[in-house]
């Protein structure tokens, strides 16, 4: 019933820039927090960073400064901007949504997109 859909992945050279999308669609109720986190081959998922509804941001210590994160939440779309880009940095990126959905009652439910791949090579 809620679908959260990523674009903007794909291949960049070393010191360049990315903006990953994710929009969320279905029965939403209302968004909580959104985030981006990542998985590197060979690795655990890990946190890239965090944004509230009222638009407090966390980020992972290692990233801050090179990535931001935002939301739209007129679309229901939070986006992570990525500058300066390493080798490092090649993951899947996943979007994730905490969010409200009306059925019988209101509940939370912790939403993961597909993932979409970066890869930072030249």
């Known amino acids: 019933q809620v679908q959260l859909v990523e674009s903007g992945g794909g291949l960049v050279q070393p010191g360049g820039s990315l903006r990953l999308s994710c929009a969320a669609s279905?029965?939403?109720?209302?968004?909580?927090?959104m985030g981006w986190y990542r998985q590197a081959p060979g690795k655990e998922r890990e946190l890239v960073a965090t944004?509230?509804?009222?638009?407090?941001?966390n980020y992972a210590a290692s990233l801050k400064g090179r990535f931001t994160i935002s939301r739209d939440n007129t679309k229901n779309t939070v986006y992570l901007q990525m500058n300066s880009l390493k080798p490092e940095d090649t993951a899947v990126y996943y979007c994730?949504?905490?969010?409200?959905?009306?059925?019988?009652?209101?509940?939370?439910?912790?939403?993961w997109g597909q993932g979409t791949q970066v890869t930072v090579s030249s």
């Open positions: 994730n949504a905490h969010i409200l959905v009306v059925v019988t009652a209101i509940n939370e439910y912790d939403y």
């Open positions: 279905g029965s939403i109720f209302s968004i909580n927090t």
């Open positions: 944004i509230s509804s009222g638009g407090s941001t």
